[in-house]
């Protein structure tokens, strides 16, 4: 049962940060691993990292990727969707709690929201044994691919009451980050992969945490029941 597998619930998130200094950062890390002789890395990317993205921090992850790449070091990039605790984000979790909805502005774009849990357990196979997967990327996703509306129902379904799925404009989504404070490095990639969600770019569903692990993802459902008191 999942219960009996997974971790203690942890306290809902405040906010995911994002910040300039990733390349620079990628440069030292590669650098050290090299000069120690590390047997593998385990590089946490993301599913909208590439050349032409318009998210800056997405960008980045693009160019940190393939910094590793010309290091010669032993690595391994995992590219996750959104992860499924984006539901116990402080904004995210506000609008669940307070108005029972959820109102990102992703219109019909889908994806299948993978836990934290879910990713550890593969990189600690894959670190386990890494030789199979050196010089591979895989994106990460959770089991079940869904809408804004079908995690709406999920949630739903674990709290017994009614969410519903009322999606914002992107500029009324950047301005209620604005008026929270965040960092403009951090909203103009919030922005920026909101188009790329509604384009598909984070959809899918799992192909290798199941296989590798021997285990599946969990599901929308088994997250928020296992951090039920944060809603």
């Known amino acids: ?110 994806h299948a929201p993978i836990a934290a849990e879910d990713q550890a357990r593969l990189i ?22 869904l809408d804004q509306a079908g995690i709406a129902a999920a949630v739903s379904e674990v709290l017994g009451r009614k969410i519903s799925y009322r999606p914002a404009t992107i500029p009324q989504y950047r301005e209620r980050l604005e008026k929270a404070g965040l960092p403009e490095f951090m909203i103009q990639h919030f922005c920026a992969i909101a188009v790329d969600y509604q384009n598909g770019i984070f959809s899918g569903e799992d192909k290798i945490i199941a296989e590798v692990t021997g285990q599946p993802p969990m599901t929308v459902q088994q997250l928020v029941s296992l951090h039920r008191d944060a809603f």
């Open 1 to 110: 049962m999942p219960s009996e597998r997974r971790l203690v619930p942890a306290p809902p998130i405040s906010v995911i940060r994002f910040a300039p200094g990733l390349i620079q950062a990628t440069v030292y890390f590669a650098d050290a691993a090299k000069r120690a002789g590390l047997e593998a890395v385990v590089n946490l990317s993301q599913i909208s990292a590439r050349e032409d993205s318009k998210s800056h921090a997405a960008r980045d992850h693009w160019v940190a990727e393939r910094v590793f790449d010309w290091s010669g070091v032993p690595v391994v990039h995992l590219r996750p969707t959104f992860f499924a605790q984006w539901l116990l984000c402080r904004h995210s979790r506000a609008t669940i709690v307070e108005d029972g909805i959820i109102d990102l502005p992703y219109r019909e774009g889908r």
């Open 124 to 145: 600690a196979a894959i670190l386990a044994q890494p030789a199979a997967h050196l010089g591979k990327t895989y994106p990460l996703h959770g089991p079940i691919e």
